[in-house]
């Protein structure tokens, strides 16, 4: 089991590719990345500025984590497992929300 986000990309773009939508795989996702607040650590999908989708400081949010939720190893696993399950449940939605619907 890994814990880099690097993977939930990887993963987000072959599903993608599954799906027929090189186009979003290839041109729509930025990347899949973490974000912080200054307590809460959130999992997002950055869509490509240059994508006709693009809308300025809309992520797409997969898991959020306060501080204190993060100070161990397996409570990262769990966060970033947390993100690959709404990444598989909410997939048709993310591919909606990419194309910008």
């Known amino acids: ?29 930025e990347r899949v990345g973490i974000t912080d607040d200054g307590s809460t650590r959130y999992v997002h999908i950055f869509v490509r500025p240059d994508w006709r989708g693009y809308r300025p400081g809309d992520v797409y949010p997969l898991a959020f984590a306060d501080y204190p939720d993060l100070r161990t190893l397996a409570q990262w696993r769990v966060f970033v497992d947390e993100a690959r399950l709404l990444l598989n449940d909410d997939f048709n939605r993310i591919v909606q929300w990419l194309d910008g619907r």
Do not use: F, H, N, Y
Request: positive net charge.
């Open 1 to 29: 089991m890994t814990i880099s986000v690097r993977s939930l990309e990887r993963e987000l773009r072959e599903r993608l590719r599954s799906a027929g939508r090189l186009d979003l795989a290839e041109q729509a996702v």
